[in-house]
């Protein structure tokens, strides 16, 4: 746990050559190792977090029903003890006295038999029925409510855990069902300048307004041409425009995540730029270099800052943004 | 060692509790680190790769069992050892260790394949990465398990020692002699 630089040796020429080869050696292990390592820890943290939620649920359970039965059945059986001591008597009176019943008490107990005895008291029966099923009705939508409420509060977990625990790719690209659809309709007719006009023009894309304001060359680098041919080019017009579904598809495609426009910008940069905090998600989230400044030596968080983006300012010095 | 001023012990202590973008600053530091110790142990990029990602899912799956009563990079390198020799005791494909100087050839192929360099400095380049993979693969080994270990790791001897399960002295012999026989091997190639 110390920070205290190891206690090697004094240092060594060797050491000093070893590491000026490493320096100069371009040897570096596969995007897909990369992408496949940082995919499979975010997916651990959203397991782990369903599983936890899942125990916690069970383990309320069990802490809460040994409380409710005992006094559920006690009252059960004590209600049923009471109507007993009540009814009971009565049955017993009208058995051993029936000329001297009351009109009242002979009504309320005669009452059940007219529904056989009389056929066209049906309407009134129907009635009458009514309101005993009322409480019935009534009753059902209540649990019914309580029925649709528990499966959703199972359900609440697995929905939530990904968001709570971070900007998982999958989360990220359900949550942003606008933005992709806006983004694959745009990349119907793919054009650079075309796309730049439109977004211009989105309603609610302000941001992404803001942010072309802000930066002038934004776009520019990247022509359709460039875009059809060099999935690099494509893969940073996908983050540009916030196109998950596109930016996931051209990862599985081994896209490399921090290729640079003709103006050393990232794909990082460029949805930073344009305010798409989903695209920013799922990009720091299979491993974009958060740090990766363009020519101008301008990083993402600088970017980011300037376009006041604070959820990517956020999600960037999460991911270690400086 | 840090890239926002937060220690790895923090980092995966976070990722452990939940965070699942504490582990991308962790990975981006120690990645070529753990990939070059395997790399030039192995002698072999593909078998490389494999195991960096298995090291890597370990590290993940086991950030909950990590105790910071050792530093994190002891505790990452230990995975990737233990993987390694799991590795060559299942003789995946394997090239031999004595044979590293054949990958010097492939490095040499990279080298000149690189579009930014210019000739001068691809033969520069090409003979100083080509010497160390060749004198790397020259070394017994144990003594290039614990000279990449100490280098890549930057763990102390003490910390080496705890790894392969060795004595601090032996480990220290096994350091000694490595880079004695390190700098004969560079000193002739230069």
Redesign the interface.
Known sequence: MSKVPPSQEQPDDVDDQYRRASALDPSRPSEAVRRAVLAHAAQLVAQRATRDEGSMIKSTRRAVNPAWWRPAILGTLAAAALAGLVVAPRFLALRSLPATATPSAEGSVAAPTLVAQAPDTRTDERAASAPAAGPESTAKPRASTRSADMPTARARPKVNAPVRDGPAPVVAETASAAPRARGEAQSTDATGAGLEARQRRAPGNTSATTAITAVPRLGAAVTPTDAAVDPAAAFRRAAEMGDLSGLKALLEKQADIDSRDAVGRTALMLATLHGQSNAVAVLLAYGADPNAADADGTTPLQAAKAGDHPAIVAALQRYGAR | ?T??G??D?ALIGR?AR????????L??RH??RV??YL?RNVGN?AT??EL??EV??AV??DA?RYE????FTTWLFTIARNRMIDSIRTSRQQVSLETLGYEADL?VQ??TA?PNAGPLAAVV?RD??A??TQALGQLPREQRDAFLL??EG??????VATITQSSFETTKSR??YA?TK??EL?SEHA
């Open positions: 060692m890239d926002a937060e220690s012990e990722y939940g965070d699942a973008a504490a582990f991308v600053p990975y981006r990645e070529m990939w070059r790399e990029r490389a790769d960096m990602q890597w899912f993940a799956r909950v910071p009563t050792s530093r490095v990279q080298l690189e380049v100083q990465a010497a160390l100490q280098i930057d763990l102390s001897v003490e910390e350091l000694r880079r390190l700098r560079l």
